[in-house]
């Protein structure tokens, strides 16, 4: 009925405008211009640039991906030397971003829960230790911050003959971090394989675990268990194959230590100046995550015998985390982007190998920058999603 | 990330500016009152400001000879500080009018960034600098060693060549500006300074304590250094190789800035058309035909300009050797002015 009454007013009209006025075809209509309108922006953009470019005597395409680079890197986490080409020393700066984005992302994530959990703390001094941090760490730059690892705190550091050194294997000096490399000689497969096993196992036991104490409500060590099946089993495994895996010891020769594993002094003070930066917003997500929990939650888990750490643990936490994911995203991406700043101490990631020293070699600097800008978004993107993904599965717990 | 921006911001600017159609150099410049100079962020002798920012250098003369030749005032200069990174990116978005920058010229520069080399106002190469505790004497010592070297240069380049040929490994830590790598081969993160050799010497002074360490004698490479223009304006283009040649040319006929005004008398032909008082002069470049008089009156002659800055009246010391004139036993030759 009430159908009819709407459209008999229209019925005068002609059927053309009735159509115009139909919300659902505007909505369509100014969606499609609005698309048109950017396609068409983008297309002027696009034609005039290499206009201009090919008018200005300035190379353009991606030609230069493949020709050979003739610069060497200072670390590279896949074979890289100057005979390799421009398109690799993207690769080796892509992965040294992702290197210290990881790293930087479980520092920081580690250090920002224990400190935002010691801010709640009842014990005064641990509280207020945490909040000075927080303020400290948030409120410098973290471009300053990262000087200041570099600068004031590594560079000071001994020269390589004088080390200071860990039983003669480990080494510090201000050329970097020195320890030994394992060498996985042949029967080393053993090992990998009782590793294999140990997880395995693990996984088992926990489900096993969980099962049982849903049945019957009694609680299994599956912590300590899992510890000592993922040290036992490869060790056992290494004596018996006839212990095949050494160590390649760090030796000072000539200028430098060689062999074994060198962290460099530049990916340290980038770590530190991220991590503990993005640690103290992070800090203060967790601290805003846990207040957010209403306090009979802590009261009813008290009641019902959980001791402190054990309602931290099943009861806070868990619900906390809804109201720090979001927001957690947000620090992960800043600090993946905030990596770029590594140029200012010469770690060799991507805005300074790819978009410092390739740009300059080829001086295509359209290309370079348009790839680059890909790889923040395509990562920030990637995070994204996957706290998207980690929140939508940690929301389902609610109740 | 500031830097970043910048140059991203220069990248943008190149595709922003499409469609406007190019006023030649020449107009901007006389239209702004100043020349737009691309400089180094600091390199004694070549291109630094002093504590009142006033900028000096063998560099800064070019500049300063091209202001005194389109605006007859060789102070009308904005200096820009660039980065090795930056630099040709604020010459091609027009940022910058032109870039002496101690730049090497080099075929993939010349040919493919649209921009051209004027010519060379300092022959160069590329050598080392290590501390003394070290006892190296020779480059062919350095297997194994840290280096600090400056991004986007042919430093880099040269460097990498130089090892494979020796089959020596090395280990390059890569810096934004000179500042950086001189404190870097300060605090010993790195073994050695590698750079254009002359620009060694500069650094050299910037050092706490300048003795501690030694030029080594190796050159590895070629750096004929000069100043750059954009590609596309012949005018421009002619203005900054003319303004150049004329402080050589001034130098082969004697003139100077100590004589200049009593050689506008000079009967000799040569002195004559240089200084614009007979032949060709700047009109056909759409400049004052006196030009040759205003850089040499106000700049000096090259000798004078060597001299004051990285010679014998600086703290830098260089010999002219292949900078000498041709009929000196150097290399420097320039086309006859006519
Ligand atoms: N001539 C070489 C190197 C030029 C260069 O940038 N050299 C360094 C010397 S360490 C420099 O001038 N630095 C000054 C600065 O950082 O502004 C080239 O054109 O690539």
Same mark, same amino acid.
């Given at each position: %009925?009430?159908?009819?009454?709407?459209?008999?007013?229209?019925?005068?009209?002609?059927?053309?405008?009735?159509?115009?006025?139909?919300?659902?075809?505007?909505?369509?209509?100014?969606?499609?211009?609005?698309?048109?309108?950017?396609?068409?922006?983008?297309?002027?953009?696009?034609?005039?640039?290499?206009?201009?470019?090919?008018?200005?005597?300035?190379?353009?395409?991606?030609?230069?991906?493949?020709?050979?680079?003739?610069?060497?890197?200072?670390?590279?986490?896949?074979?890289?030397?100057?005979?390799?080409?421009?398109?690799?020393?993207?690769?080796?700066?892509?992965?040294?971003?992702?290197?210290?984005?990881?790293?930087?992302?479980?520092?920081?994530?580690?250090?920002?829960?224990?400190?935002?959990?010691?801010?709640?703390?009842?014990?005064?001094?641990?509280?207020?230790?945490?909040?000075?941090?927080?303020?400290?760490?948030?409120?410098?730059?973290?471009?300053?911050?990262?000087?200041?690892?570099?600068?004031?705190?590594?560079?000071?550091?001994?020269?390589?003959?004088?080390?200071?050194?860990?039983?003669?294997?480990?080494?510090?000096?201000?050329?970097?971090?020195?320890?030994?490399?394992?060498?996985?000689?042949?029967?080393?497969?053993?090992?990998?394989?009782?590793?294999?096993?140990?997880?395995?196992?693990?996984?088992?036991?926990?489900?096993?675990?969980?099962?049982?104490?849903?049945?019957?409500?009694?609680?299994?060590?599956?912590?300590?268990?899992?510890?000592?099946?993922?040290?036992?089993?490869?060790?056992?495994?290494?004596?018996?194959?006839?212990?095949?895996?050494?160590?390649?010891?760090?030796?000072?020769?000539?200028?430098?230590?060689?062999?074994?594993?060198?962290?460099?002094?530049?990916?340290?003070?980038?770590?530190?100046?991220?991590?503990?930066?993005?640690?103290?917003?992070?800090?203060?997500?967790?601290?805003?995550?846990?207040?957010?929990?209403?306090?009979?939650?802590?009261?009813?888990?008290?009641?019902?015998?959980?001791?402190?750490?054990?309602?931290?643990?099943?009861?806070?936490?868990?619900?906390? %985390?809804?109201?720090?994911?979001?927001?957690?995203?947000?620090?992960?991406?800043?600090?993946?982007?905030?990596?770029?700043?590594?140029?200012?101490?010469?770690?060799?990631?991507?805005?300074?190998?790819? %978009?410092?020293?390739?740009?300059?070699?080829?001086?295509?600097?359209?290309?370079?920058?348009?790839?680059?800008?890909?790889?923040?978004?395509? %990562?920030?993107?990637?995070?994204?999603?996957?706290?998207?993904?980690?929140?939508?599965?940690?929301?389902?717990?609610?109740? | 990330?500031?830097?970043?921006?910048?140059?991203?911001?220069?990248?943008?600017?190149?595709?922003?500016?499409?469609?406007?159609?190019?006023?030649?150099?020449?107009?901007?410049?006389?239209?702004?009152?100043?020349?737009?100079?691309?400089?180094?962020?600091?390199?004694?002798?070549?291109?630094?400001?002093?504590?009142?920012?006033?900028?000096?250098?063998?560099?800064?003369?070019?500049?300063?000879?091209?202001?005194?030749?389109?605006?007859?005032?060789?102070?009308?200069?904005?200096?820009?500080?660039?980065?090795?990174?930056?630099?040709?990116?604020?010459?091609?978005?027009?940022?910058?009018?032109?870039?002496?920058?101690?730049?090497?010229?080099?075929?993939? #520069?010349?040919?493919?960034?649209?921009?051209?080399? @004027?010519? @060379?106002?300092?022959?160069?190469?590329?050598?080392?600098?290590?501390?003394?505790?070290?006892?190296?004497?020779?480059?062919?010592?350095?297997?194994?060693?840290?280096?600090?070297?400056?991004?986007?240069?042919?430093?880099?380049?040269?460097?990498?060549?130089?090892? #494979?040929?020796?089959?020596?490994?090395?280990?390059?830590?890569?810096?934004?500006?000179?500042?950086?790598?001189?404190?870097?081969?300060?605090?010993?993160?790195?073994?050695?300074?590698?750079?254009?050799?002359? /620009?060694?010497?500069?650094?050299?002074?910037?050092?706490?304590?300048?003795?501690?360490?030694?030029?080594?004698?190796?050159?590895?490479?070629?750096?004929?250094?000069?100043?750059?223009? #954009?590609?596309?304006?012949?005018?421009?283009?002619?203005?900054?190789?003319?303004?150049?040649?004329?402080?050589?040319?001034?130098?082969?006929?004697?003139?100077?800035?100590?004589?200049?005004?009593?050689?506008?008398?000079?009967?000799?032909?040569?002195?004559?058309?240089?200084?614009?008082?007979?032949?060709?002069?700047?009109?056909?470049?759409?400049?004052?035909?006196?030009?040759?008089? /205003?850089?040499?009156?106000?700049?000096?002659?090259?000798?004078?300009?060597?001299?004051?800055?990285?010679?014998?009246?600086?703290?830098?010391?260089?010999?002219?050797?292949?900078?000498?004139?041709?009929?000196?036993?150097?290399?420097?030759?320039?086309?006859?002015?006519?």
């Amino acid at each position: %009925m009430s159908e009819n009454i709407a459209s008999a007013p229209a019925a005068g009209r002609s059927s053309s405008t009735r159509f115009l006025y139909d919300p659902k075809v505007r909505s369509i209509v100014f969606q499609l211009l609005f698309i048109g309108l950017l396609f068409f922006l983008v297309s002027t953009i696009v034609t005039n640039t290499t206009n201009n470019l090919e008018q200005r005597g300035i190379t353009t395409g991606f030609d230069f991906l493949s020709q050979e680079a003739g610069f060497g890197i200072l670390q590279s986490l896949v074979e890289y030397d100057e005979t390799h080409t421009f398109g690799k020393t993207f690769i080796v700066g892509l992965l040294n971003t992702i290197l210290v984005s990881v790293l930087g992302i479980v520092l920081s994530t580690v250090v920002g829960f224990l400190v935002g959990v010691g801010r709640l703390s009842r014990n005064w001094l641990i509280s207020r230790l945490c909040g000075v941090y927080i303020e400290i760490f948030r409120n410098i730059p973290v471009l300053l911050q990262i000087l200041f690892w570099y600068i004031a705190v590594l560079r000071v550091l001994p020269s390589p003959r004088q080390s200071l050194s860990l039983g003669e294997s480990v080494f510090l000096n201000l050329r970097g971090l020195y320890f030994p490399a394992p060498i996985f000689e042949e029967g080393s497969g053993v090992i990998f394989a009782a590793l294999g096993v140990a997880v395995a196992l693990i996984i088992g036991l926990s489900y096993w675990a969980k099962r049982r104490q849903v049945m019957t409500g009694q609680t299994f060590p599956v912590f300590n268990a899992s510890l000592a099946l993922i040290v036992l089993l490869p060790a056992v495994a290494w004596f018996v194959a006839g212990q095949p895996v050494s160590l390649e010891m760090p030796e000072l020769k000539g200028f430098n230590f060689r062999g074994g594993i060198t962290v460099i002094p530049e990916l340290i003070a980038l770590l530190l100046g991220l991590s503990f930066y993005t640690a103290a917003y992070i800090a203060e997500n967790v601290r805003a995550g846990i207040d957010a929990i209403n306090k009979g939650q802590q009261e009813a888990s008290g009641a019902l015998g959980l001791s402190e750490s054990k309602t931290m643990r099943l009861v806070i936490i868990p619900q906390a %985390m809804r109201v720090v994911i979001p927001p957690l995203s947000t620090n992960y991406m800043n600090l993946i982007k905030n990596s770029s700043l590594a140029t200012a101490i010469g770690y060799p990631e991507l805005v300074n190998v790819f %978009m410092g020293t390739t740009l300059n070699q080829t001086g295509q600097a359209i290309e370079i920058i348009a790839m680059t800008m890909a790889v923040y978004l395509t %990562m920030n993107i990637i995070v994204s999603l996957f706290m998207n993904w980690f929140n939508n599965r940690m929301a389902l717990v609610e109740r | 990330m500031k830097k970043a921006l910048k140059l991203t911001g220069a990248a943008l600017a190149l595709t922003a500016l499409s469609g406007l159609s190019q006023a030649s150099t020449l107009d901007t410049v006389k239209e702004r009152g100043y020349l737009s100079c691309g400089v180094s962020t600091g390199l004694p002798g070549f291109s630094s400001p002093d504590d009142k920012g006033n900028w000096s250098g063998l560099d800064v003369d070019v500049c300063r000879a091209m202001a005194a030749a389109t605006l007859g005032d060789a102070s009308k200069v904005k200096y820009t500080p660039l980065t090795a990174k930056e630099r040709f990116t604020a010459l091609q978005s027009g940022e910058i009018d032109v870039l002496p920058r101690n730049t090497t010229w080099t075929l993939t #520069r010349d040919t493919s960034l649209g921009m051209n080399f @004027v010519g @060379v106002n300092y022959y160069d190469g590329q050598g080392f600098m290590v501390s003394k505790k070290l006892g190296v004497t020779s480059a062919k010592e350095l297997d194994g060693a840290t280096v600090c070297i400056q991004a986007g240069t042919t430093t880099e380049l040269n460097m990498a060549d130089y090892f #494979r040929e020796h089959n020596m490994k090395y280990q390059p830590i890569v810096f934004d500006t000179s500042a950086q790598s001189v404190q870097g081969f300060e605090s010993g993160r790195c073994d050695m300074l590698t750079s254009d050799q002359s /620009q060694l010497y500069g650094l050299r002074t910037k050092l706490a304590n300048p003795n501690d360490a030694i030029v080594l004698p190796e050159i590895i490479s070629k750096e004929p250094l000069g100043p750059v223009v #954009r590609q596309g304006d012949d005018q421009w283009f002619n203005i900054a190789k003319w303004s150049l040649y004329a402080m050589v040319a001034a130098e082969e006929l004697g003139v100077s800035s100590a004589n200049v005004d009593a050689m506008m008398k000079s009967e000799n032909p040569g002195i004559s058309r240089l200084l614009g008082n007979s032949g060709p002069g700047g009109k056909a470049m759409g400049i004052s035909d006196d030009f040759a008089y /205003q850089i040499v009156k106000q700049v000096g002659n090259y000798s004078e300009s060597f001299e004051r800055n990285v010679g014998k009246d600086s703290p830098l010391l260089i010999q002219r050797g292949l900078n000498a004139l041709w009929k000196d036993g150097g290399i420097m030759y320039v086309p006859p002015f006519r």
